[in-house]
C-alpha cells in the first residue's frame, strides 16, 4: 500500500476500535439490561483506557494518532514526520483527519449493532446519546470549553513528552493517561478531548435509526471540537518553550 493507503487503513481501523470499545464501556453501564448496568463511573474511565490502549496498537504502523488533536500537535509542533517513513504533507495530514473521523463514525455504529436490543429497551434519549457523545453535566458553553481546553492540553503535552509515536511502554502509558484525565478532569464535560471521537459518533447518532433517540444535542457540538483543537495547539506550542 502507498502511504495515504497505509493512513486511512489504520487510522480508521484504530479509532474504529477505540471508538467501539469505549462506546461499548458507557453502553454497557448506561443502558437498560446490560450485563455492567449501573457499574461505578471508575469502569467508564479504565474502560476509555483500555479502548485507547486497543486502538494504539491497531494502528501502530501509522503512529496510533486516533485523534486530529494529535495530528494538529504533531503539525503545529517541532515534529518532522507524522510517523516513521510518514512525511508530514498537506495530503499526510487530510488523510489522518479523515480517517479519524470514518473511524469515529463506524466504532458508533458498532456499538449501536452490539447494544441494538438495549437500545430499544432504554426509553431516556439522553442515555442513549450519552453512549454516543459528550454532554456537559452543568451547560455553560464557555466554562465547558475551558474543560475541554485543559483536557486535551494534558493529553497531548504529555503524549509528545511520550515521544510522539508508541514504543514499548508508550500504548499503556497514553491509556493510563487517559484515565487519569477521566477521573480527574472528565466531571464537567465528560471528557471528550477528541474530536473525532465526539463528532464521528454523534454523527452516527444522527443518522441510524435508534427507538426514542431525541436530540443529537447539536447546539452543544461545537464544543468537544474546539476545545480539543485549542487545546492542542497549546500544547504543541508549549513543548517549544519547555
Not at 25 to 30: G, L, Q, R
Not at 111 to 140: H, M, N, R, W
Not at 180 to 193: E, N, Q
Not at 200 to 210: D, F, S
Amino acid at each position: 500500500m502507498g502511504i495515504i493507503e497505509t493512513i486511512l487503513v489504520h487510522e480508521i481501523a484504530g479509532t474504529a476500535f477505540l471508538t467501539l470499545l469505549g462506546c461499548g464501556v458507557v453502553a454497557n453501564v448506561a443502558l437498560n439490561k446490560t450485563g455492567g448496568h449501573g457499574s461505578d463511573p471508575i469502569v467508564i474511565f479504565f474502560g476509555w483506557g483500555l479502548a485507547v490502549y486497543g486502538g494504539v496498537w491497531v494502528a501502530y504502523d501509522t503512529g496510533a494518532h486516533l485523534n486530529p488533536a494529535v495530528t494538529l500537535a504533531l503539525l503545529i509542533g517541532p515534529a518532522k514526520e507524522y510517523a516513521s517513513g510518514i512525511p508530514i504533507t498537506f495530503a499526510t495530514t487530510v488523510a489522518y483527519f479523515f480517517a479519524e473521523m470514518v473511524g469515529g463514525f463506524l466504532g458508533a455504529v458498532a456499538c449501536y449493532l452490539a447494544y441494538k436490543k438495549q437500545y430499544d429497551d432504554t426509553e431516556d434519549g439522553a442515555t442513549k446519546l450519552a453512549t454516543f457523545s459528550t454532554g456537559p453535566t452543568i451547560k455553560s458553553y464557555g466554562w465547558n470549553l475551558v474543560t475541554e481546553i485543559i483536557g486535551t492540553f494534558v493529553l497531548i503535552f504529555v503524549i509528545i513528552m511520550f515521544g510522539n509515536t508508541p514504543n514499548q511502554l508508550g500504548p499503556l502509558a497514553v491509556a493510563l493517561l487517559v484515565v487519569s484525565i477521566g477521573a480527574s478532569l472528565g466531571g464537567p464535560t465528560g471528557y471528550a478531548i477528541n474530536p473525532a471521537r465526539d463528532l464521528g459518533p454523534r454523527i452516527a447518532h444522527a443518522v441510524l435509526p435508534i427507538k426514542n433517540k431525541g436530540s443529537s444535542n447539536w447546539a452543544y457540538a461545537w464544543v468537544p471540537v474546539i476545545g480539543p483543537i485549542i487545546g492542542s495547539a497549546l500544547a504543541a506550542l508549549a513543548v517549544y518553550v519547555y
